[in-house]
């Protein structure tokens, strides 16, 4: 049987099929929805965790225990997991353990663009790196017969066109995979100074097995067309050299990038007058091959920056040969990224926007958008959880240079605070730095699809959960209670007050807005018959209105208008008109 299938979708059916008891992730893009696609199989216990340092360990555990375990992340995530997946790398395994890496070139919804096969030689992993749907599939039973065989976790990495292009994909039956035995190993599982200089050679043994193994290996493919080119590749880069060069190329298609397999590669070159490397990004293939005194062309035409294409390569080694492309009669219009109509955290944003002494740290979410214009409020994005931490350093620098005029509010959705904002907030409160946090609590993960979190009271699964209490949370941490105000964002006066006073305090202060996303279901199902219109004969064409940034507000003929299937009746621009010019209409639920 066989199903079309995003790489996502086949990497999840390939752990089904091989089966997997037990996986924990952090939704990111472009991983996300290996998790939500295997969650579809009850076999599989699936869950989300906070943040991907929590999944890996959790995945370590299951494994330790005698299960196959899988965790997943984006290329970012495995930073925040690196310190488990490195001693994990010594600890080896019990029941397989497979990390889905998803690399972002091109930076489509990621914040930098690392090359995270560098991990795998750094933690002395195997790494293997499907091309496609199919390969996403079987590369994943390969993956745990490699961790089972050889005692080690398994990097598998893909990029953002494996994960989400689609191919044709063969489905097999699940196999009936029983959990391992466990028994108390102190040498091997309790990562001491001492066990681990016991361990350290283990894993220098093994990778010389591994590396034999993949000499071997039918994970490399080798298509022999001609000899007076050879093309070296992975990943989808192979696809793309195809479609160039067609069959006026030998292929080595590597399927496992780590240990590299020198001996094959060797074999490969010495057949060929020209050798050419394709791969994204950093030169990784590259350098190896040139070490091994291979001449080789890769990087001195093709860019370091970006992702590869077609298009791209055939221009690096054909020059002004360019495919004729398929010309559209009409484009579709730009859209700059911005906040959703209705979006609460848009009415926060604006209550503070006007206060120019306020230096807001933003963090990894929909609230990154506050740097957009005409909002513009945001003034760092770093890392996930870096607004409270960051914000702390900055706050901390004003204080030391006093400056009382200027205060430092950070900005944390309520999945990245559970992710790794707690830590930068006990921070604040342990070295008594008078940071304001606003922790934008929209009762979902938002920016990657609506996944479950701590604190929506459901589990990936879809089961009944725990609901972290944002307010009570913090003020254990030791907040004071007259430090913690609780709003709602829509509502501009009240958020107003509440900014002039955390401006204001000489502690740490917390603001937590609390409104859900407004594109969950049932708040859309709540509000389908919430909206305002603008009355033209009141609108003296100000475009106040416009400057909240709300895309359901546009002109047409120089006058102002409210798209009436976009608005949610938010009243955020209602509140803001100087004119009284929009007017309710409706079942408001926001009078």
């Excluded at 696609?37 to 005698?66: D, F, H, Q, R, T």
């Excluded at 994990?88 to 070139?105: E, H, K, Q, S, T």
Aim: net charge negative.
């Amino acid at each position: 049987m066989r199903s079309l299938m995003t790489g996502n979708e086949a990497l999840a059916r390939g752990a089904y099929e091989a089966g997997v008891h037990f996986a924990s992730a952090y939704p990111g893009t472009p991983s996300t929805e290996i998790l939500e696609n295997l969650a579809k199989y009850k076999e599989v216990y699936s869950e989300w965790a906070p943040n991907e340092k929590v999944g890996m360990e959790a995945a370590s555990g299951a494994s330790i225990m005698g299960a196959r375990a899988l965790t997943t992340m984006k290329h970012v995530g495995l930073n925040v997991t690196a310190d488990p997946f490195f001693t994990m790398a010594y600890i080896g395994v019990n029941g397989g353990l497979v990390i889905i890496n998803a690399d972002d070139p091109g930076m489509h919804s990621s914040q930098n663009e690392q090359d995270n096969r560098y991990y795998a030689p750094h933690a002395k992993v195997p790494m293997l790196e499907p091309s496609d749907s199919e390969e996403c599939r079987v590369f994943m039973h390969k993956a745990y017969e490699i961790s089972e065989e050889f005692d080690t976790p398994v990097l598998l990495r893909t990029t953002t066109r494996v994960n989400h292009s689609k191919s044709l994909v063969n489905l097999e039956n699940r196999k009936d995979v029983s959990y391992r035995e466990y028994r108390k190993d102190k040498l091997k599982n309790v990562m001491t100074p001492g066990h681990a200089q016991l361990r350290h050679p283990v894993v220098e043994d093994r990778l010389e097995s591994l590396r034999h193994y993949n000499n071997a290996s039918s994970l490399n493919k080798v298509e022999h067309n001609t000899d007076n080119l050879g093309i070296i590749t992975s990943g989808i880069s192979y696809t793309y050299a195809k479609e160039v060069f067609g069959e006026n190329a030998s292929y080595l298609k590597l399927g496992m990038t780590f240990p590299i397999p020198f001996e094959l590669i060797r074999e490969f070159a010495e057949g060929m007058r020209e050798i050419i490397v394709i791969e994204e990004n950093e030169p990784y293939l590259e350098k190896e091959i040139k070490a091994m005194g291979i001449p080789c062309t890769g990087r001195e035409v093709l860019p370091v920056c970006g992702e590869l294409n077609p298009e791209i390569i055939r221009e690096a080694f054909f020059g002004g040969e360019k495919k004729e492309m398929v010309v559209l009669e009409s484009k579709s219009p730009t859209r700059p990224p911005v906040l959703c109509a209705g979006c609460p955290h848009r009415g926060f944003f604006n209550a503070l926007k006007m206060d120019k002494d306020i230096i807001a740290s933003g963090d990894i979410g929909c609230y990154t958008l506050g740097a957009m214009d005409p909002i513009n409020v945001t003034d760092t994005v770093i890392c996930m959880g870096a607004s409270i931490s960051a914000g702390t350093g900055m706050q901390k620098v004003l204080d030391m240079q006093g400056d009382k005029k200027r205060k430092v509010f950070s900005f944390i959705g309520d999945s990245t605070f559970f992710h790794s904002g707690i830590t930068g907030l006990v921070n604040s409160i342990y070295n008594k730095i008078p940071l304001v946090t606003v922790i934008m609590d929209n009762r979902t993960t938002g920016m990657t699809g609506h996944q479950e979190n701590p604190g929506t009271g459901k589990t990936l699964m879809g089961e009944e959960a725990g609901n972290v209490d944002i307010p009570l949370l913090v003020r254990s941490l030791g907040i004071k209670e007259d430090n913690i105000k609780v709003i709602n964002p829509y509502f501009q006066d009240d958020a107003k007050a509440v900014i002039k006073e955390a401006k204001m305090a000489t502690e740490p202060f917390v603001i937590i807005t609390t409104e859900p996303c407004a594109l969950i279901k049932e708040v859309q199902i709540l509000r389908r018959n919430s909206f305002v219109e603008i009355d033209q004969e009141k609108c003296r064409k100000c475009k106040t209105c416009v400057r909240t940034g709300c895309p359901a507000i546009y002109i047409k003929d120089g006058s102002v208008f409210i798209d009436r299937e976009m608005c949610n009746g938010c009243t955020l621009c209602y509140q803001v008109c100087p004119f009284d010019a929009i007017e309710k209409k409706g079942d408001l639920v926001h009078a």
